[in-house]
């Protein structure tokens, strides 16, 4: 069937699709509407579809990003449909610039599908971080957490069970599912807000289950948008900003001027220098992390892993409790 609405061959390509994350999660990008070309439009408040040359649009998107003129990209809009552990959920869904509808644990029945770690990525608490990990824990250890996670696992899902082959309300029989235990929803959010949690999400420092689900929706936006997509990468991914003091301590060493850039003759800043600026010790290391060039992850989609609706409903059903099959 012919549309005039707006297509991008490389986004239809993967409509629909589901790309498998983590153990049991997914996402899938159900519909678009928009492109580059709406960001435009819609900066320009113009009707001439088509007679736009691929550099201009290039051109003001990366203007519109660079200078922070958020609007337009809310022209563009994304509806996925994911799914994720329960604590990935909880910190998703602090972005509240989205409409989300989730699975209803009172209306339906759970799959009982849990998240369990890769030994890889079991870790012991960062000590310079509260809220991170770092260093891999002795294999006895992460063992010894899966035994208990797989047992207590074990328990809520025949507690849950049991409680509906009783007939218990599911509004109650569900109460003690653990966080682990998967979810799904639907989540519709504009290309403006899309890349603000990109940039948050697929942050190194983010939690690593989270940024697997951000790399995925970076790919699928790299497809829709890929001009909105490269600006995000260059002005916000990739780049760091600079504090007053920071850039008072760097116009000391460096200089610009017609000729480019250059070194200020026998410039150097110490440490002790950069204390008196007022920096603290942390707000050093991460000046010196802001002068390393950036290594920008790649985020091109791997269509290999995709499967269809059918095959990933099929594996949903299958973890529904068997009393309900």
């Not at 986004?11 to 997914?26: K, M, Q, S, T």
């Not at 920071?246 to 410039?267: P, Q």
Request: aromatic content about 10%; charged content about 30%.
């Amino acid at each position: 069937m012919d549309t005039k609405r707006p297509t991008i061959p490389a986004a239809e390509e993967i409509l629909g699709g589901y790309f498998p994350v983590l153990d049991h999660g997914f996402v899938s990008l159900v519909d678009y509407m928009g492109s580059d070309e709406d960001v435009e439009r819609a900066a320009r408040v113009s009707y001439g579809f088509g007679t736009r040359k691929v550099s201009q649009t290039r051109g003001l998107v990366r203007y519109l990003r660079r200078h922070r003129h958020t609007t337009p990209s809310e022209m563009v809009e994304f509806k996925f449909h994911c799914a994720m552990p329960m604590f990935v959920a909880r910190q998703w869904i602090r972005h509240r610039t989205a409409s989300v509808n989730e699975l209803s644990a009172r209306y339906s029945l759970m799959p009982l599908l849990f998240y369990t770690p890769q030994q890889e990525q079991f870790e012991l608490q960062s000590r310079s971080n509260n809220q991170g990990r770092e260093g891999g824990a002795p294999p006895e250890v992460y063992q010894e957490a899966v035994r208990r996670w797989e047992e207590l696992r074990a328990d809520a899902g025949s507690a849950y069970s049991w409680m509906l082959e009783e007939d218990v309300a599911r509004e109650l029989a569900r109460i003690d599912l653990p966080v682990s235990m998967y979810t799904q929803w639907y989540w519709k959010i504009d290309l403006h807000n899309l890349l603000h949690f990109l940039s948050l999400r697929v942050d190194p420092r983010a939690q690593w289950e989270i940024q697997q689900f951000g790399r995925v929706i970076a790919g699928m936006v790299k497809r829709v948008a890929p001009l909105s997509y490269e600006a995000w990468v260059d002005y916000d991914l990739g780049s760091e900003p600079l504090t007053r003091i920071e850039r008072d301590l760097i116009s000391r060493v460096v200089e610009g001027g017609d000729e480019g850039i250059r070194a200020r003759d026998g410039a150097a800043l110490s440490m002790d220098e950069m204390k008196d600026a007022g920096l603290s010790g942390r707000e050093i290391g991460e000046l010196m992390e802001k002068l390393h060039a950036p290594s920008i992850p790649d985020f091109e989609l791997d269509l290999s892993r995709m499967v269809d609706a059918d095959t990933m409903a099929e594996k949903m059903y299958e973890a529904v409790p068997s009393s309900f099959d």
